[in-house]
């Protein structure tokens, strides 16, 4: 089946900037995204990038897709505890079936 | 507004015992259903998924089972939990109506069988 890799930790200091990386195998991905679960939670989308484009940002959010090594990854800038969660990485194919990554811990120290 | 509902939110069975967790979906119709299961620091393994009514895929062979009486009500069961059955369960909708198809989750139920 199809597989989606990420580091499953990260820790950085407050107002650093945090760059997660994802990478996937499935070729005929349509749209990546990037959820956020606090703890106890449920998962919240974050933001989401269409295959055939190479960047998208939305405030403090940077996405970037790298569709020939199919590499995806996340920046947050000027980082904030309240970033502090998991973050998964999701594809979805070309049949509309999505599959996550075992999600990022993002630890944020003042 | 859509809203999609889970609960309970924390279960602790003992093992043998049956199971049912139960979620709704308000402000849309006809969405796809999915049920996940959250194992303790890993990702998300899909478990069931629904189109519509009456109709589920299981993407997992397992002691549960999914179903949908109504539109937007789906339901996660079992006869005879088993230790291995713990975790933090994640209902999740999705619109069919076209568009990125993010998955809109719900709170998460946390089971434990002890």
């Known amino acids: 089946g199809e597989d989606v890799e990420q580091s499953l930790f990260l820790s950085v200091r407050e107002g650093d900037s945090s760059v997660i990386n994802c990478t996937y195998t499935?070729?005929?991905?349509?749209?990546l995204y990037w959820y956020k679960q606090e703890p106890g939670a449920g998962l919240q989308l974050l933001t989401y990038?269409?295959?055939?484009?190479d960047m998208k940002q939305d405030q403090r959010l940077t996405v970037l897709l790298n569709k020939k090594d199919k590499h995806l990854s996340l920046r947050i800038a000027d980082t904030q505890t309240g970033d502090s969660a998991i973050y998964f990485c999701a594809e979805r194919d070309n049949a509309g079936k999505s599959t996550f990554g075992d999600g990022t811990t993002l630890t944020v120290k003042p | 507004s859509q809203t999609i509902h889970q609960w309970p939110a924390t279960l602790v069975q003992p093992v043998g015992s049956p199971l049912s967790l139960e979620c709704t979906v308000e402000g849309t119709s006809n969405p796809n259903l999915y049920w996940y299961r959250q194992a303790a620091g890993r990702g998300l393994q899909l478990l069931f998924y629904s189109v519509g009514i009456g109709q589920i895929s299981s993407e997992v062979p397992q002691n549960l089972s999914a179903s949908r009486p109504q539109d937007r009500q789906f339901i996660l069961s079992s006869k005879k939990l088993l230790l291995s059955d713990s975790g933090f369960y994640l209902c999740?909708?999705?619109?069919?109506?076209?568009?990125?198809?993010?998955?809109?989750f719900g709170e998460g139920s946390r089971l434990t069988v002890l």
């Open positions: 499935d070729s005929s991905s349509t749209y």
């Open positions: 999740a909708w999705e619109s069919q109506k076209g568009g990125p198809g993010e998955l809109f």
């Open positions: 990038i269409f295959s055939n484009m």
